[in-house]
């Protein structure tokens, strides 16, 4: 049997896309690829190869080597880490894309998932129920490379007739590993402090409105546009996509109804300005007519089961 691979998996979203898909395709046929030297615990239950993206001849052999027939490419510098370094984020964000788009020219690989963000919108862009289609003037070097990958993408799509399918995720919500290092990560954070300290200082003003998801919606959402036929999808880019959308002040209310002594502050930090020029709420429906797609959570679900299964020793980690 073909191979698939996940590169960037001990990630937030590779850990569970791993874990669904050995699920699905079986353990040994589901390879686990990350820089980090050692394989976390959680991903023990299949195979663990150390991958560099950025060593093209390594990850080539190995695709090549083992039949890899399938890459979801996870591996990036998020939002507020790649504005910290953006030489290297712009590098590592669209050398490996390269990587593999070129083995699927080359029919070495049939499919390819490389997921896009909010974050190819800017300023100009509308906020409001943002459209498939609209400005996208992104102001960030995350949202540059997430722009930029979204054209080489259709364009490889259209001119080598490449599968490659993707979707502009909003901030992912989840509790089995931590957040990367995005402008998004205080929806997540702020669970843990709820526990710890009963109280949360977000980096975000309580009015920030952001389009999110929670997990469990955003992994269902990505296998569903994969194994959607071709003739199905009429963007070759990347889809929009919608959970929820919400402000921190609305997140500790919710919070508050399960811990009603719970407390938040506000001290934004230069994640503001990022989170003011990226939407408050997307249109999907190109998603929702093409392939099908239906979220599952809203706020008031996601907070329960987040605060059902936040583990504060991950923080130790
Ligand atoms: P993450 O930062 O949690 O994980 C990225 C993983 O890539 C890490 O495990 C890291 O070790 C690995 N990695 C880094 N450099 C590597 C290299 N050179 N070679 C191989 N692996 C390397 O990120 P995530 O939140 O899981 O995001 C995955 C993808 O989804 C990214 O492309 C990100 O832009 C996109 N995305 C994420 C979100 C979100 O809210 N999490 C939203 C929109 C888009
Ligand atoms: C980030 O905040 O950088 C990510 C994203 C929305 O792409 N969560």
Known sequence: ???TIIIGACGQIGTELVLELRRKYGN????????????????????????DILDRESVRNYIIENNVKTVYLLAALLSATAEKNPDFAWRLNMEGLFTILDLAKEKYIDKIFWPSSIAVFGPSTPRIN???CTVTEPTTIYGISKLAGERWCEYYNKNFGVDVRSIRYPGLISYTSLPGGGTTDYAVDIFYQAKVKGEYVSFLDKDSALPMMFMEDAIRGTI???????????????????????????????IKKHIPSFRISYAPDFRQAIADSWPGS????????????????????????MLDNVNVELLKN
């Open 28 to 51: 040994e046929n589901v390879v686990a690829a990350d820089v980090r030297t050692d394989c976390p615990e959680i991903l023990s239950n299949g195979p663990y190869v150390k991958m």
């Open 282 to 305: 997307i249109d999907d429906s190109a998603a929702r007519g093409d392939w099908g797609w239906k979220e599952k959570f809203g706020l008031s679900e996601m907070v329960k089961v």
């Open 130 to 132: 943002t459209p498939q």
């Open 224 to 254: 569903e546009l994969m194994d959607a036929p071709s003739s199905s999808l009429k963007v070759h880019a990347a889809y929009n996509l919608s959970g929820c959308s919400f402000t921190p002040a609305q997140i500790a209310e919710e």
């Open 1 to 3: 049997m073909s191979k």
